[in-house]
């Protein structure tokens, strides 16, 4: 292939990426996205400062250190989340373009903070334990979108079942 015809297939794929996080940015299912991981940032701020302060200060030196590791994990998490739903938001609103929106700065990280082992038989507060499942739901929700948003090339079109068939009869004939 030619210079020129690689550079025409990059931006092909380029313009159909940008295509794809314009047509997210502009979705109902972005706005949900948008308010259920605004909402449970400020949930968790909330809690945070006020209840799960007044708990964390309850619990024995064991369990005190999971609270703060796995509260630390907690906000690592959301701000991840938070960051990446505030640019799709600066693309709806025309104040980043969708092709820089697709630089990996942008991207949710591959793997998600790592857990304490040791959390699970901390007796933590249900407050705080609650916002972790909820925080790893929409993490999860989230990072799956962006890997469906962000593929390397467009998706290869299905072979038609029936075209398929046709080559391989007409294959075997040949032979």
């Given at each position: 292939?030619?210079?020129?015809?690689?550079?025409?297939?990059?931006?092909?794929a380029d313009q159909?990426?940008?295509?794809?996080?314009?047509?997210?940015?502009?979705?109902?299912?972005?706005?949900?996205?948008?308010?259920?991981?605004?909402?449970?940032?400020?949930?968790?701020?909330?809690?945070?400062?006020?209840?799960?302060?007044?708990?964390?200060?309850?619990?024995?030196?064991?369990?005190?250190?999971?609270?703060?590791?796995?509260?630390?994990?907690?906000?690592?998490?959301?701000?991840?989340?938070?960051?990446?739903?505030?640019v799709q938001r600066?693309?709806?609103?025309?104040?980043?373009?969708?092709?820089?929106?697709?630089?990996?700065?942008?991207?949710?990280?591959?793997?998600?903070?790592?857990?304490?082992?040791?959390?699970?038989?901390?007796?933590?507060?249900?407050?705080?334990?609650?916002?972790?499942?909820?925080?790893?739901?929409?993490?999860?929700?989230?990072?799956?979108?962006?890997?469906?948003?962000?593929?390397?090339?467009?998706?290869?079109?299905?072979?038609?079942?029936?075209?398929?068939?046709?080559?391989?009869?007409?294959?075997?004939?040949?032979?």
């Amino acid at each position: 292939m030619s210079e020129f015809g690689a550079n025409a297939a990059v931006n092909d794929a380029d313009q159909w990426r940008a295509g794809v996080v314009r047509d997210f940015a502009s979705s109902a299912l972005f706005d949900r996205t948008f308010q259920q991981g605004m909402e449970l940032v400020e949930q968790t701020a909330a809690y945070l400062d006020g209840p799960g302060r007044q708990e964390s200060k309850q619990l024995n030196r064991k369990s005190a250190l999971s609270y703060a590791s796995e509260s630390m994990r907690l906000t690592t998490r959301l701000m991840q989340v938070a960051s990446w739903l505030l640019v799709q938001r600066a693309v709806r609103q025309g104040e980043m373009e969708a092709l820089a929106a697709c630089d990996m700065r942008y991207r949710l990280d591959r793997d998600p903070p790592a857990g304490d082992a040791d959390a699970a038989s901390a007796n933590l507060p249900h407050g705080l334990t609650a916002l972790l499942a909820r925080s790893e739901q929409l993490y999860e929700r989230v990072r799956h979108l962006d890997r469906r948003m962000y593929l390397d090339s467009p998706p290869a079109p299905e072979p038609h079942p029936v075209l398929s068939q046709q080559e391989r009869l007409e294959a075997a004939f040949k032979r």
